[in-house]
């Protein structure tokens, strides 16, 4: 059974920096794309990051670029996002989620854990 689990969300200022974890387990998680999207309330749930299994090649939406920074640790089963530069804009659930394909469709998806970003 696969599970991706969140953690390090909370309530940060602006400008404030914050590092998600998001560990997997039951996947071979070395052979994963590994990706991190957002959902803020009313609004569709949105791509923020992601990271290649192979050679680790990183992908950021527009509005985080420069500011986030998503890593893994193959080791741990583990990926990060640091975000630093914290916007109000920011406050979402964010989760975890893995692709087998590395084409932007996800396989599995963690619970999410809360980000809000007060001004």
């Known amino acids: 059974q696969v599970q991706l689990v969140e953690s390090g969300g909370g309530l940060v200022q602006a400008g404030g920096s914050l590092r998600l974890s998001c560990v997997a387990s039951?996947?071979?998680?070395?052979?994963?794309?590994m990706g991190w999207f957002r959902q803020a309330p009313g609004k569709e749930r949105e791509f923020v990051a992601a990271i290649r299994w192979n050679v680790g090649t990183t992908f950021y939406a527009g509005s985080v670029k420069g500011r986030f920074t998503i890593s893994r640790d193959n080791a741990q089963n583990t990926i990060y996002l640091q975000m630093n530069t914290l916007k109000p804009e920011d406050t979402a659930v964010y989760y975890c989620?893995?692709?087998?394909?590395?084409?932007?469709?996800?396989?599995?998806w963690g619970q999410g854990t809360q980000v809000t970003v007060s001004s």
């Open positions: 039951g996947l071979t998680f070395s052979r994963y794309t």
């Open positions: 989620a893995a692709s087998k394909t590395g084409t932007g469709n996800y396989d599995y």
